[in-house]
């Protein structure tokens, strides 16, 4: 790994109308300038991210999960620009990759490609029916003559079509040679780091175009940018997991995290999402439901069901409109319309329909301890703190607020009345 990468993460990001930097807003699960980070790290140990708008706020999250990571604050009141941003920046191998923080689709894949071969810049290149916005390549027999910004450009040179996706390899003694050198004699009065191709060009080293993958090097600038680098991200990763044996029905229906796991024979029906860093070994996850941040095993949930963070599911049947919260249930079942949350529930439990764990007074969380074979009766009320030991039968209606022992039947109901022929003395016999 004798390259070093510098992702740019120092710009305002203004086009997001956001408070959140733009480099923070998540695609399936992740900040995008993680993807890129992530990206990076498969073929770099020596990472610079160039930070300025909320830097402390972006390095604090980068800071959170890389370990190594370095970080270099832009004078940007100086020097503006993508040159501006690369001012005082070094890197300790004798390559550097320059990438924008907003790629976050990018693949090992084509960083190889753009670290390959021997010239002194390897610059990526993208044809595109409608260039606007972007730097065109100037480009004769080709060699790469220079980048002119859309802002610097001549009528014809506005025609061109070939436009500079943004990353380069670069020999990384020109490198330092060339920035110093950088003006801000240009229409954005900024330090465009594009002008290093002019300068190499002129010192007559060789700078070679490497045509990109439009998809992966589009920059995200917009929340509609946002939304579509979301559905190709979330496209790759239903593929990936198709091949290593994920059934999922009716696939563009279904939301999957970019961190969740599978393993074993796991069916995904449509309209599932699965968020957060969950795991799920030979799961069947019905029509519609929600898993976040759990670890699901051997048991299928839903229709309808929705399994929150800190969740545990081993061996268990969760039926219909079934809510769990931060719960370990192992061998249990429950088919219909309950919350579980806070809760523990041993091996050949069931849970009735309409059964509460009242785990919050208002003020603090309580655990609900349920042993082995309990069965707990429909529209039971479980108020927490409570203990259930093994093999206890609580009666249907019933509201537990003391532990019940082993073996014991708990029943609290008002006792039922009947009157007589009640029906015909209100409404009059017919
Ligand atoms: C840049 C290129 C343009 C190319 C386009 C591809 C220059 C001068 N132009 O234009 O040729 O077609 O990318 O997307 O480089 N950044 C900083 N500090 C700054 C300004 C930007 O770190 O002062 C970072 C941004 O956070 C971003 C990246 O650099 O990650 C690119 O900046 P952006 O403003 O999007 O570049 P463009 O003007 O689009
Ligand atoms: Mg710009």
Known sequence: MSISVVILAAGQGTRMKST????????????????????????????????????????????????????????????PGTGGAMKGVTTRHSRTLILNGDMPLITKASLEALTSGDADINMSVIELENPNGYGRVIIEEGKVLEIVEQKDCTPEQLEVKTVNAGIYAVNTALLERYIPQLDNNNAQKEYYLTDIVKMAVEEGRTVHPVYVAEEEFKGVNSKLDLAHAEEIMQRRIKEALMMQGVIMRLPQTIYIDCRAEFEGECILENGVSIQGESRLVNAHIKAGSVIEDSHIEDSDVGPMGRIRPGTTLKGTHIGNFVEVKKSTLTGVKAGHLAYIGDATVEEGSNIGAGVITCNYDGKKKYQTKIGKNVFVGSDTQLVAPVTIEDDVMIAAGSTINKNVEKGALAISRAPMKTIKNFFYKFFGAS
């Open 20 to 79: 959140k930097p733009k480099v923070l807003h998540e695609i399936s699960g992740k900040p995008m300038l993680f993807h890129a980070i992530d990206a990076a790290q498969q073929i770099s140990d020596d990472i610079v991210v160039v930070l300025y708008h909320q830097a402390e706020r972006i390095q604090t999250q980068i800071e959170e999960v890389y370990e190594g990571v370095r970080f270099h604050m832009q004078d940007a009141q100086q020097f």
